[in-house]
Nanobody, 120 residues
Framework: QVQLLESGGGLVQAGGSLRLSCQAS????????MAWYRQPPGNQRELVAK???????DYADSVKGRFTISIDNAKNTVYLQMNSLKPEDTAVYYC??????????????WGQGTQVTVSS
């Protein structure tokens, strides 16, 4: 059983910064990719940033230059550094992981979500 444990959300003023963390734990696995999605109030879930095992990254246009995704493979932890936050960044942020399990099955996993609120 694999679990994703998120932390780091909260309330911040516009222009401020937050760092989200997400640690994958449980049964043996290898990380293919990890990502952060967000779901603003009344909207669909959207990809914010993704990092692959190779280290390559993708970002939503709306966060390029402000957010940085990184991974600590030794800790099975992905981070999202969010700078210059805007009120439109307000959302529930979800951690996502695509993992190769020890039984050679690739599965997707989601965290429980963490609220990020940016006040104007």
């Amino acid at each position: 059983q694999v679990q994703l444990l998120e932390s780091g959300g909260g309330l911040v003023q516009a222009g401020g910064s937050l760092r989200l963390s997400c640690q994958a734990s449980g049964s043996a696995f290898e990380i293919n990719s990890m990502a952060w999605y967000r779901q603003p109030p009344g909207n669909q879930r959207e990809l914010v940033a993704k990092i692959r095992r190779t280290g390559s990254t993708d970002y939503a246009d709306s966060v390029k230059g402000r957010f940085t995704i990184s991974i600590d493979n030794a800790k099975n932890t992905v981070y999202l550094q969010m700078n210059s936050l805007k009120p439109e960044d307000t959302a529930v942020y979800y951690c996502f992981a695509n993992l190769l399990r020890a039984d050679a099955v690739t599965r997707n996993y989601w965290g429980q979500g963490t609220q990020v609120t940016v006040s104007s």
